[in-house]
Structures are given as C-alpha cells and as structure tokens.
Nanobody, 122 residues
Framework: QVHLVESGGGFVQAGGSLRLSCAAS????????MAWFRQAPGKERDFVAV???????TYTDSVKGRFTISRDNAKNTMYLQMNSLKPEDTAVYYC????????????????WGQGTQVTVSS
C-alpha cells in the first residue's frame, strides 16, 4: 500500500491542456505499475493510461495522441499530460498503484488517490 495524492485538475476550455500529478509516499514507488483512471458522474471508473517499471505505456483509444503518461521515480511522482482536451474528458481523475502488468481494470490496483476534478467546457 502507498498513499497517493492527485493534483493539477481544474477548469479548462476545449482544446486546452492540463498536467495532472500523482505524488506517492513510500520507498517502493519504482516497483509499482502506475495508472490513471477517470470517472464521470453516474459512470463507472474507466481506464485511461498505465505505465510500467520500464516506461512501457498503454492508453485507452479515446486519449491516444492527446494524453501522455510519465513517471519520475526519483520524485515518487507520476504525471498525465493532457492536450487537446474535449468536453468528453470531463471527469474525476484518479491515480492508482498496482503490482501486476498489464492490468486495465481497477480491481487489481491496491492503492488509490482521492481524485482531482477535470472539467472541460465546450
């Protein structure tokens, strides 16, 4: 288990950009698979992107070419750079830590942040 805190959410117009951060506590950050999920009101929590120990990444189709996931193990931080934002991207974004690769469902992640709201206006 690791404590995760998201930041960087906010209100942005369509076509704009935001950079989300996920700060982790603990000494084993570099051993975790790290992922971003998002959840819109009344919807299920959906996979967005994941990054493994070696920097390998996978994205959901709807964000490919627009979002970039990265990590800085020295800072115990994961990032999600979001460009060309669309109203459909509006959701609470959560970071998660896991121990398996690849995993795209939320059930297998053992640690979660509290989420950060991203609102994209049209």
């Amino acid at each position: 288990q690791v404590h995760l805190v998201e930041s960087g959410g906010g209100f942005v117009q369509a076509g704009g950009s935001l950079r989300l951060s996920c700060a982790a506590s603990g000494r084993t950050f570099s051993t975790y698979v790290m992922a971003w999920f998002r959840q819109a009101p009344g919807k299920e929590r959906d996979f967005v992107a994941v990054i493994n120990w070696n920097g390998g990444t996978t994205y959901t189709d709807s964000v490919k070419g627009r979002f970039t996931i990265s990590r800085d193990n020295a800072k115990n931080t994961m990032y999600l750079q979001m460009n060309s934002l669309k109203p459909e991207d509006t959701a609470v974004y959560y970071c998660a830590a896991g121990s398996k690769w690849p995993v795209y469902g939320p059930a297998e992640y053992h640690s979660w942040g509290q989420g950060t709201q991203v609102t994209v206006s049209s």
